[in-house]
């Protein structure tokens, strides 16, 4: 699904709330927010952290999601095309970083 889809479908629901689109710096806060909680579930699965008994299971999956929720309401309110964004983005990594690691052999 392009990300202009997704910017559409979080558009539509934000739109269905008088308040609209948080401030760009309580939408930041947010996205900080999410990405502490994306850390501690990658430090219990992956790193030395151990969950404590009675907290439950987490999943990455929805925080990325949540992540990525919170970074197309700050597209969206500034009006920003992440189709495009991403696709200069990719272009830049594709130049700048073309030889920076071994290539995969065929």
């Not at 979080?10 to 947010?30: C, K």
């Not at 991403?86 to 700048?96: N, S």
Request: overall charge negative; proline content about 4%; charged content about 35%.
């Amino acid at each position: 699904m392009p990300l202009s889809e997704l910017q559409q479908r979080v558009d539509q629901w934000i739109s269905g709330f008088e308040a609209g689109y948080f401030h760009p710096l309580t939408n930041m806060t947010r996205l900080a927010e999410e990405v502490g909680e994306l850390a501690r579930e990658v430090n219990h699965q992956f790193g030395q952290k151990t969950r404590r008994k009675d907290e439950p299971e987490g999943d990455l999956a929805m925080e990325m999601a949540d992540i990525l929720f919170v970074l197309i309401c700050m597209a969206n309110r500034e009006g920003i095309d992440l189709d495009v964004a991403f696709d200069r983005m990719m272009a830049k990594v594709e130049t700048r970083d073309a030889d920076r690691w071994e290539k995969r052999r065929p």
